[in-house]
């Protein structure tokens, strides 16, 4: 700092340096405010350019809907036909035609013009309320370009406002009072005519700002605003790169673009139907998320206000919806509170990808507690604090002293795993609920269809609220038993919360056994193999094969990835053989081994085929770089395609996901199908056959001699699987 030489304050050479330092104060202090106010700003800007973008999709809409559709909405008179032959086609056409127009169409008066204009406004407010805004990467027009870089600019705001906004408005509440003080310095004529007490006042104000000026935090503070300033600049992106990160990374766009407040999701759902007084209590909760890099949508910081105010609870959201980005929200809010220890206990197979999302989404350190070098990351964990991983088979296992360690949080993610109170892993799950100050059990599994289940998870937390559950509310309908149990559990829908997730295209590729295939599917129910008969569809030169052939070229064609599931090993040898794929996920397949096969396959341009088991593949990882998604053969619970299917159709899908359902006719799958739908096995073949018998006299009716064992059930499914094909083929 360069010394003050002259206290009288007549030097010219001081008012320029103290006009200098004044400059360069406000400055800064003007910048910080406005990079303080960039998110707010920047929101505004985003929400403004949705509602036309979202009106432009309104207007779509209405000029591709005839104006016949608005027959229902009027009169029996009203000449629709006089004005579609003059030219007024589409509900929009009314719209936008004034009066006097639509009245010199012959045969149209004011009455007519009044009803069809009520009709269109009608439609109009209808399609209004239903369009949901959603970015659609095939169409990277100008204005959905300048949308994207108006949320990266706001996800860059925010991330500079949590990280700069302490050391800013420290800054400008040290120097505003200096600043205001050293101000008379910059003036040779008021320092002039000031009084020496108050000369020397604003000559130690300057003097403290410089000091200021110079200091490293200062400087680095002055570089970090630099540095940001370009970042939150909606202009400085480039359309290409843009482009490239929302493919990338559309969970993290769209999750900007929930919070502009464009088309606030319904409350009620986005909170899980919990009761208002509760409510209150929960979102009266300010959430920290200083250690948390993600953005957070509305519901998943409600899901994280749940679980901090209810402290023992049960996320139940649909697969997709984020669990874990809210329990990293949680974690990282009792961090900045103080805690300092976490543990997280989940299936081998997603426990690397634990460790990978809280690094990518929090600041906080994670130690893996499983294989040879547990025991040194233990330590490393009880010395250093942070997010233990963990297995269920590893929990019981780890040494005392990690155990029975003082833990703030313990997450327990796929929690149906301990249903069975009697299993070892459930007990030691027990144990560590017991012990900790606080638990959460993550399951995507509706738990309103299975109430034992459920009592005992609840059980494990709120012992007191399982022995209250009751039966009937879970009959009375999902939102029932959820405001029933809302003290222990909370669960959103995608179909409520995720408004810009494309759609799911569901079909089923029913296919006929060949003469060759209809030999050895007899072969294997004669012998009766059920996993033979569920693979006999699918083999080299199988007519199943043959449309996964055509699915992968078309996809091809389009530059879509391609997600292939089925159960056996030999299936997915034959399609690694008949196709160029990134590779194979299977349960032999170690965890790291399986992200970096996932990492490939959606860093890969364009058009990939990624083969997997359905029970390695369709738990635990994130997969929504496909739009294609195949399941070579029904799987026996539902559960486990949806779990499958919700790899894909998740948050971050940026494009319609079509699922295709390979199914053979006259075979196993058909059963399979029907317990799949809880029909009764065989209704659809004994349907038939009695139409058959009402028109030839010659037929035999074997719904006759149906099988007793087929509705009994007391009898293992698979065995009347067994049964029903064994009686449709002869060979009981």
């Not at 027959?71 to 056409?93: C, I």
């Not at 005992?456 to 405001?483: E, H, K, S």
């Not at 056996?568 to 990134?582: G, H, N, Q």
């Amino acid at each position: 700092m360069v010394e003050l030489s002259d206290r009288s304050g007549q030097d010219g050479g001081t008012n320029r340096r103290a006009r200098a330092t004044l400059a360069a104060v406000r400055d800064l202090a003007e910048r910080a405010t406005t990079l303080l106010a960039a998110p707010a700003v920047l929101r505004d800007s985003a929400r403004r350019q949705v509602e036309v973008l979202t009106a432009g999709q309104v207007s779509d809409r209405l000029r591709a809907t005839p104006i016949t559709a608005l027959r229902e909405l009027v009169g029996r008179g009203v000449r629709l036909g006089a004005l579609q032959q003059a030219g007024v086609a589409t509900v929009a056409d009314v719209l936008a035609a004034p009066d006097h127009r639509l009245q010199q169409v012959p045969g149209v008066g004011a009455q007519t013009v009044l009803e069809v204009r009520r009709a269109a406004r009608t439609v109009a407010v209808q399609v209004q309320r239903d369009v949901r805004f959603r970015i659609d990467p095939d169409r990277r027009d100008p204005a959905q370009t300048h949308l994207i870089a108006a949320l990266a600019a706001t996800r860059a705001a925010d991330a500079a406002s949590a990280a700069l906004r302490e050391p800013l408005e420290t800054f400008v509440s040290r120097t505003g009072p200096l600043a205001a003080e050293a101000d008379r310095a910059a003036s040779r004529w008021s320092m002039l005519f000031s009084r020496r007490r108050t000369k020397d006042s604003a000559l130690d104000a300057l003097a403290r700002l410089e000091a200021i000026l110079v200091e490293p935090a200062v400087r680095g503070l002055h570089d970090a605003v630099a540095a940001q300033e370009r970042a939150v600049d909606p202009a400085s992106y480039e359309s290409g790169a843009l482009w490239n990160e929302y493919l990338q990374n559309a969970a993290g766009i769209n999750a900007v673009l929930s919070t502009v407040g464009a088309a606030p999701p319904d409350d009620d759902a986005a909170r899980g139907f919990v009761a208002e007084e509760l409510r209150q209590r929960i979102t009266a909760i300010p959430l920290d998320l200083s250690h948390l890099k993600a953005t957070l949508r509305g519901y998943q910081v409600f899901g994280a206000q749940y679980a901090i105010h209810q402290e023992r609870s049960i996320l139940g959201d649909e697969m997709g919806l984020g669990k874990t980005v809210q329990a990293l929200a949680v974690l990282a809010h009792l961090a900045a509170k103080g805690q300092r220890r976490f543990v997280v206990v989940c299936p081998a197979s997603v426990q690397i990808n634990w460790v990978k999302e809280t690094a990518k989404h929090s600041t906080l350190a994670t130690h893996m507690l499983h294989g040879a070098g547990r025991d040194d990351a233990g330590r490393r964990w009880l010395r250093e604090g942070g997010v233990a991983v963990t297995t269920f088979g590893t929990l019981a296992r780890l040494p005392a002293a990690v155990r029975e360690a003082d833990v703030a949080m313990l997450v327990v993610d796929e929690a149906h795993y301990v249903k069975n109170p009697d299993a070892a892993r459930s007990q030691a799950i027990a144990a560590a609920v017991g012990r900790a100050q606080r638990a959460l059990f993550l399951t995507g599994t509706p738990m309103e269809n299975r109430v034992e289940e459920f009592r005992t998870l609840v059980n494990y937390l709120q012992p007191q609220v399982a022995r209250n559950i009751d039966p009937a509310d879970a009959v009375a309908g999902a939102n029932v038993f959820r405001r029933a149990v809302a003290p222990v559990y909370l669960r959103r829908n995608q179909a409520d919360v995720l408004t810009e997730l494309p759609e799911k295209i569901e079909t089923e590729a029913w296919v006929q056994f060949g003469d060759g295939e209809v030999a050895t599917y007899r072969d294997a129910v004669q012998r009766r193999n059920l996993q033979a008969m569920r693979q006999a569809g699918f083999g080299p030169g199988s007519a199943k094969l043959e449309r996964l052939r055509e699915i992968v070229e078309e996809a091809a064609q389009d530059g879509m990835k391609v997600l292939v599931f089925s159960y056996f090993l030999a299936a997915l040898e034959t399609c690694a053989r008949e196709f160029s794929v990134v590779g194979t996920i299977t349960g032999s397949v170690p965890p790291a081994a399986r992200q970096e096969l996932v990492g490939e396959f959606a860093a890969r341009p364009g058009h990939a085929v990624l083969l997997s088991q359905i029970e390695a593949g369709g738990v635990g990882m994130n997969l929504q770089a496909a739009s294609v998604v195949v399941l070579i053969e029904p799987q026996w619970k539902p559960s486990t395609e949806d779990q499958a299917i919700a790899r894909a159709h998740r948050m971050g899908q940026v494009r319609t996901v079509q699922v295709h359902r390979l199914l053979a006719k006259d075979s196993i799958d058909e059963r399979i199908r029907e317990i799949q739908d809880n029909k009764r096995l065989l209704f659809d073949h004994f349907a038939r056959r009695s139409e058959a018998k009402e028109s030839d006299s010659r037929s035999v009716d074997t719904a006759l001699h149906r099988p007793e064992a087929l509705d009994d059930d007391s009898v293992p499914m698979e065995r009347r699987v067994l049964l029903a094909e064994q009686h449709r083929l002869g060979l009981s």
